[in-house]
Every structure is written in structure tokens, then in C-alpha cells.
């Protein structure tokens, strides 16, 4: 399969609007990004797997003052992975509201289905110094 340029930008929007949606509050809308069954591992951050949409959506709003009150993705990259199965790889910033802010990977599967593409897995991983530093 060699993904088109419409898929392209399908994904790289679905991607994006992950921010708009969580920083908006629209949580009802998570099925627009994620697939019923998805795994969301912030086992870095130290909140261990979630898995399905009513457990993620429960984990954002648990977190409430403590997450960012802004989330920015950026640096996407996309790599087929099989038919109608494309794995990306992006950074996310999020700022909290004292100002202070972080950075993490996203590593998404993402899977085409018949509302379109959707993320069914993410794992987020955070450096906690430069990668030239652990040698």
C-alpha cells in the first residue's frame, strides 16, 4: 500500500485534533480520534494503561487542574505498517497554566476503519535529558 496524499493529511489533522480536543474540554468527541478499543500508555508519566475510550476519558478528566492547559504536536512522521495500518511518530509540548511546560513522544498506530483512520494504540514517552547525555 503506498498511502496517498489525502491520507496524509487525514492523519496528520486526526493527529492535531487530539489537542484541540482535550485543551476544548470535548471529551464526548474522543470516538472522532480514537478506535473503541484503544490503548493509551502514559506509563512514563507515571499513570500506567488505559484501555478503552470510557477509561481514557475518565484518566483526562481525573487529572483536571494537574494536565496541560495546552497541548501542541509537531515533527510528524508516518510509515506504512500494512493495509489500512500506518504508524506515526510526533512530539507533543504541553504548557500547565503556571507556565511551566514539557515534552514527550507520541508513538501511534493508527488503523482505517469505517469512520475513517483512527488511533488505536499511543504510547507516550518523555526524555528526561538529551539523548547525547547518556553516553
Known amino acids: 500500500?503506498?498511502?496517498?496524499a489525502d491520507d496524509r493529511l487525514a492523519i496528520t489533522e486526526l493527529i492535531?485534533?487530539?489537542g484541540h480536543l482535550v485543551d476544548d474540554g470535548e471529551l464526548d468527541r474522543?470516538?472522532?480520534?480514537?478506535?473503541?478499543?484503544?490503548?493509551?500508555?502514559?506509563?512514563?508519566?507515571?499513570?500506567?494503561?488505559?484501555r478503552g475510550l470510557a477509561a481514557f476519558r475518565d484518566a483526562a478528566l481525573a487529572m483536571a487542574e494537574r494536565g496541560p492547559v495546552s497541548h501542541h504536536v509537531t515533527n510528524i512522521?508516518?510509515?506504512?505498517?500494512?493495509?489500512d495500518q500506518v504508524r506515526a511518530r510526533s512530539k507533543g509540548i504541553g504548557i500547565k497554566a503556571d507556565g511551566t511546560c514539557g515534552s514527550v513522544t507520541y508513538d501511534d498506530v493508527i488503523v482505517?476503519?469505517?469512520?475513517?483512520?483512527?488511533?488505536s494504540?499511543?504510547?507516550?514517552?518523555?526524555?528526561?535529558?538529551?539523548?547525547?547525555?547518556?553516553e
Open 112 to 119: 482505517r476503519g469505517e469512520q475513517g483512520w483512527r488511533i
Open 16 to 18: 492535531a485534533l487530539h
Open 77 to 83: 512522521i508516518l510509515t506504512e505498517a500494512g493495509d
Open 30 to 50: 474522543f470516538d472522532e480520534l480514537f478506535t473503541d478499543d484503544i490503548v493509551y500508555d502514559t506509563s512514563d508519566l507515571g499513570h500506567g494503561e488505559m
Open 1 to 4: 500500500m503506498t498511502l496517498a
Open 121 to 134: 494504540r499511543r504510547r507516550i514517552s518523555v526524555r528526561q535529558m538529551p539523548a547525547a547525555a547518556k
